[in-house]
């Protein structure tokens, strides 16, 4: 089936306000990941879901960034009170055993 | 710190010739080490993998290898071709699966 999808693929919002991007893993992935990618960087880890629970949200730069993943499928990473330094590109992954992970098309996040 | 590094942010090849990529990382406890590929407003794209306990793997046009010694690992393309135009990203894989990235070598290949 599909690959890893996440929407909106673009969000512009006001500094200050609160956006939730979605993220729907391939079918059957216990893993979920959430990594952030700023420009002429390489992605960084956010958080790392097994199933419902978040097993490693080392990567959250501030208490801002929160991710649920309620039903162990779908997940949403809610940022709250924007800042210009959270204009980026995220992007969610998921995998399963020992497979590579499979990255979706990133959601790119504007602050403005 | 940097735990994954690739040093050179461009490289440009001329079709029908070799392609090296490289990447150097610091943590000895990385397992495994991935190689994607990412074109514009897309996301990455798996390419090719390598266990810590391998020293070299192929795949067609792809290899990639690992020199635990020196914390170095490289691909190699060849022959390149032009859809092969893309950034290329090394990761590196520790606990929980996590993958730590390089920053990225945009490859350019002409015609």
């Known amino acids: 089936g599909a690959g890893v999808s996440q929407t909106p693929s673009n969000k512009v919002t006001e500094k200050g306000k609160y956006v939730e991007l979605r993220c729907d893993p391939i079918?059957?992935?216990?893993?979920l990941y959430w990594y952030r990618q700023s420009l002429g960087q390489g992605p960084e880890f956010l958080i790392y879901f097994q199933g419902t629970g978040a097993a490693d949200d080392s990567g959250l730069p501030n208490d801002r960034f929160f991710a649920v993943r309620p039903e162990g499928s779908v997940s949403t990473l809610k940022i709250q009170r924007t800042e210009r330094g959270d204009s980026a590109v995220y992007l969610c992954?998921?995998?399963?055993?020992?497979?590579?992970?499979?990255f979706g098309n990133g959601t790119r996040l504007t602050v403005t | 710190d940097q735990q994954v590094k690739q040093n050179s942010p461009s490289l440009s090849v001329q079709e029908g010739r070799i392609s090296i990529l490289n990447c150097d990382y610091t943590?000895?406890?990385?397992?495994?080490f991935l190689w994607y590929k990412k074109y514009p407003a897309e996301g990455p794209t798996f390419l090719i993998s390598?266990?810590?306990?391998?020293d070299k793997n192929e795949d067609g046009r792809f290899t990639v290898f690992l020199n635990k010694s020196a914390k170095h690992l490289s691909l190699h393309i060849v022959p390149s071709q032009p859809g092969d135009s893309a950034v290329y990203f090394c990761a590196a894989r520790g606990s929980n699966y996590k993958l730590t990235f390089g920053k990225g070598t945009l490859l350019t290949v002409n015609p």
């Open positions: 079918s059957g992935h216990t893993a």
């Open positions: 390598i266990s810590s306990i391998k």
């Open positions: 992954a998921s995998g399963t055993g020992d497979s590579p992970l499979h």
């Open positions: 943590n000895s406890m990385f397992d495994y």
